[in-house]
């Protein structure tokens, strides 16, 4: 095999393939058209590893081990889904249906919704936990866009956007476990908010219904992302 | 400069000043005394003495040990203070529930017969049972005077470390000890040492995880409290073992006299030249911080310690990369525990074949537990490991109190498992606590009669396990919460076996796929009471019946669903 320099061969689900120094096995996957499911990686921005739907199983690793933080070491042998590990992914989709006030049919994100197509990729038929049904806030005090709690799933893309890319760290996590909140400022309304730059990142990375722009109906509320990599790779080779 | 002849000198002159004050009455001035107001019993000891003109001293120390007793005092008489050979000379009288009205006559009692209606019997099996190696000095130094810890032995073993032994002929023999960190994990502490210590980098960090946050837990604490130089000493051994030059010590808010402690400890040790820049005259630096954590439980995982450190929101990061290679600042950190540290110095003093000497196989040295729940005697306690449970509670604890009868003993915490009277022989090390369902943990041991109710147990652990979690990641966030409101059901009686399924399917759920340990071992305590003591939780389900009376079942389950 014609490797690059320092290149790392390793097995993911029984197929040989090759890794560059440093890559994640989540985009080695990717650009061996495996599939992983994530929610809380995007493309550009800095990984997390909080949603675990992710999580893969490494031979001889002690744990399960999330794709999009986990290196490539030589010699790795990975498997990306297994009765056990599709077991788990759905539960963790159940676990966030289930969290807070998920109502599609209602939503603003209906079908496009990344929350609801992986719901539907990962074959979730039903939630099997009971539903929380927690009292929560909607902020439209923004004059263009909207935050609603009840859609919010935590996956802090609209915190890392906002300070890696936008640079504005206008957002943040407040409160802990099942009490956290994003929240603007100091947990101010948004539309207040001193730092907003009113760029609108947050609210296209947002995979969920929780921050959408105002006024936007039908075909046109769809959210493209796909800024990112592409602002990321310039600012790189700038 | 402080060399070896200057501790000698200042323990001499300790020696000799504790000689001319004649018989030393030491009043436990720790946390758990100090709450039943021992400071006020210092004083009139203090005015007591002074007005009798008798040749004594009286000083404010740390825990004895037996808190159950508190406030707690000790008498050593003259002799026994000047005695080179403790083992022969009159031995040390032990108080318990020593009020200010009981000064006079316990200072009358000076050159007679001990005060028989305070007396605690030195003998009994609760101290003859123990090995004192982290606790050898509390409550029998002042933790506020470095004399007195160098007069104990303090500061010999870092002098001869720094003059005599390279950085990795100590990292060895902490290796060859077989010491094995006492936050939780138990990881070797030595391969510990040796990764930091291999790791590239300029800068190395030391840092000293004190942020005991376990419900029951103040083993760290007293520590601290009674003995804070024995802390600081491990630290400065390892910072020279791993070559670093600055440290933070990461403690919780809430403990204000150990913050005071430690800070008089601090000073000190740099007054002496034993901390700070070129320790006693060698190349060797070490800068010392406090931190102060505002008391999240999740802060005491390593790498949310780190980010809180660093001034940033304390939630745990993906591992690896691991602090030992990209910590602090992305340096190289060693993190240690309280106690892990409070070991080192006696190994380096004592030699690595004298510490592996005692304990299992797998488990060297000794642990200190917070012995506390339905026994006897309740307090801080040092075994060496493989002691079996029977004896720490029976022997130690002097079992539950008359008209009970033991259920459980509940160990590791939030992310331990409680054990049934059938296992009570096992041997307490890492590895059989681990098959048991539980876990060493950081130290906490709570003993349970027929009194509780498992489920509650259970339910009181997820709750605090629910309210700790930082919401990072689903399962954790969501799951404790799904976890607690399922048993919930159970306690309240309207739980059906589909919740109890669907519980257990949450356990091991959350217990894999979580980021980090308390989500890993938020289940535990479900999952050992399951293994043990199922038949309450089918009680519960199946008869709408608390067994232990603790649990307000309903007894119609319609309301409750609505
Ligand atoms: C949720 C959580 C809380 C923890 N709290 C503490 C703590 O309070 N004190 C401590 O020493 N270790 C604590 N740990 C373990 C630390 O992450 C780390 O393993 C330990 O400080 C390493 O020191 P040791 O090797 O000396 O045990 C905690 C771990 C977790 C997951
Ligand atoms: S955010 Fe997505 S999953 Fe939630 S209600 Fe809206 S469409 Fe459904
Ligand atoms: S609109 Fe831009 S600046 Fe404002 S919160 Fe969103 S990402 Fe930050
Ligand atoms: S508002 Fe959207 S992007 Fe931000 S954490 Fe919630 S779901 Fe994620
Ligand atoms: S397991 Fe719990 S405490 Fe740990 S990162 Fe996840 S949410 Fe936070
Ligand atoms: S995508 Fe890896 S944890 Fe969310
Ligand atoms: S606190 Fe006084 S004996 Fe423990």
Redesign the interface.
């Known amino acids: 095999m014609s490797a690059a320099p320092g290149a790392k061969t390793f097995v993911i689900d029984g197929v040989d393939a090759s890794a560059t120094p440093g890559q994640t096995i989540l985009s080695a996957a990717r650009e061996h058209n495996i599939f992983i499911p994530t929610l809380c990686h995007l493309e550009g921005l800095g990984d997390v590893g909080a949603c675990r739907l992710c999580l893969v199983e490494v031979k001889g690793a002690r744990r399960l081990l999330p794709a999009c933080t986990t290196r490539v070491d030589e010699g790795m042998e990975v498997t990306t889904n297994s009765p056990r590990l599709a077991d788990y992914r759905q539960m963790t989709m159940q676990l966030l249906f289930a969290e807070r006030n998920h109502v599609c049919s209602v939503c603003v994100a209906n079908n496009h919704c990344e929350m609801q197509s992986m719901a539907t990729t990962l074959g979730m038929t039903h939630v099997e936990v009971p539903y929380r049904f927690p009292a929560l806030t909607v902020d439209a005090s923004h004059e263009r866009f909207t935050l609603d709690h009840n859609r919010c799933i935590l996956c802090t893309r609209c915190v890392r956007v906002c300070s890696e890319i936008e640079g504005a760290h206008t957002w943040d996590v407040m409160g802990r476990g099942i009490q956290s909140k994003v929240i603007t400022d100091l947990d101010q309304p948004w539309g207040t908010s001193e730092t907003c730059t009113s760029c609108g990142k947050c609210v296209q990375v947002c995979p969920t219904g929780a921050l959408f722009q105002k006024n936007r109906t039908g075909e046109r509320r769809g959210k493209d992302p796909s800024f990112l990599p592409y602002l990321r790779t310039m600012r790189e080779e700038l | 400069m402080m060399s070896h002849e200057e501790l000698e000198q200042t323990t001499a002159k300790v020696q000799q000043e504790q000689r001319a004050a004649g018989d030393r009455i030491n009043v436990c001035v720790a946390a758990g005394c100090l709450s039943l107001h021992s400071d006020a019993v210092q004083k009139s000891l203090t005015d007591e003495a002074k007005k009798s003109g008798a040749r004594c001293s009286v000083r404010g120390v740390g825990c004895m040990g037996l808190c159950s007793a508190g406030p707690v005092v000790s008498h050593e008489p003259a002799q026994a203070v000047a005695a080179e050979d403790k083992t022969t000379a009159q031995p040390t009288r032990l108080y318990g529930g020593v009020q200010p009205g009981h000064a006079a006559k316990i200072v009358a009692s000076l050159n007679q017969e001990p005060v028989r209606e305070l007396a605690i019997d030195t003998a009994m099996p609760f101290f003859a049972k123990q090995t004192k190696i982290v606790l050898e000095n509390s409550g029998s130094i002042n933790p506020e005077s470095i004399e007195e810890y160098i007069a104990a032995g303090g500061y010999r073993a870092l002098l001869r470390a720094l003059h005599e032994m390279t950085p990795a002929e100590v990292v060895q023999e902490i290796s060859a000890s077989g010491l094995r960190g006492r936050g939780g994990a138990g990881y070797p502490t030595g391969l510990k040492w040796a990764t930091v210590a291999r790791a590239a980098g300029a800068t190395k960090y030391v840092i000293c995880n004190a942020d005991e946050g376990d419900p029951g837990a103040f083993m760290d604490r007293s520590v601290l409290e009674s003995d804070p130089h024995r802390v600081l000493e491990g630290m400065i051994l390892a910072a020279y073992a791993v070559g670093a030059s600055q440290g933070y010590i990461y403690l919780r808010a809430e403990y204000p006299l150990a913050v005071q402690r430690l800070g008089v400890a601090i000073r000190e040790a740099k007054r002496m030249g034993l901390l700070g820049a070129e320790i006693a005259g060698t190349r060797m630096s070490l800068h010392l911080e406090i931190r102060l954590g505002a008391g999240?439980f999740?802060c005491g995982e390593e790498t949310a310690l780190i980010a809180s450190i660093e001034g940033r929101?304390g939630t745990p990061?993906?591992r690896?990369p691991y602090p030992a290679e990209s910590g602090l600042w992305n340096s190289p950190t060693l993190i240690n525990n309280v106690e892990t540290y409070a070991n080192v110095s006696p190994i380096l003093a004592r030699g690595s074949a004298w510490y592996a000497a005692q304990g299992t196989a797998k488990s060297k040295g000794t642990k200190v537990f917070a012995l506390s729940g339905k026994a006897r005697n309740t307090g801080l306690i040092e075994v060496p490991m493989g002691m079996t449970l029977r004896e720490i509670i029976f022997d130690i604890g002097g079992g539950v109190p008359a008209g009970h009868t033991f259920k459980a003993v509940q160990t590791g915490g939030p992310s331990g498992g409680c054990i049934p009277e059938s296992l009570l022989d096992i041997p307490v090390d890492y590895d059989s606590l681990m098959q048991a369902g539980s876990i060493m943990g950081s130290g906490g041991m709570i003993v349970m009669d027929d009194s509780s109710c498992m489920v509650s147990v259970a339910r009181f652990f997820m709750e605090f396990c629910?309210?700790?979690?930082?919401?990072?990641?689903?399962?954790?966030?969501?799951?404790?919460?799904?976890m607690h409101?399922l048993l919930t059901r159970i306690t309240e009686g309207v739980a059906t076996h589909r919740d109890l399924d669907?519980l257990v399917?949450?356990c091991e759920?959350v217990g894999?796929?979580?980021?980090c340990g308390l989500g890993?071992t938020a289940p535990n305590p479900v999952l050992s009471t399951l293994r043990y003591f199922k038949n309450e939780y089918l009680a519960h389900i199946e008869d709408k019946h608390c067994p232990a009376g603790v649990c307000e079942c309903a007894t119609t389950p319609a309301e409750v669903n609505a």
Request: proline share 9%; with cysteine.
């Open positions: 999240a999740v929101r990061q993906p690896p629910m309210s700790e979690s930082c919401g990072k990641c689903v399962p954790c966030r969501a799951g404790t919460a799904q409101g669907l399917r949450l759920m894999a796929t979580s980021l890993q």
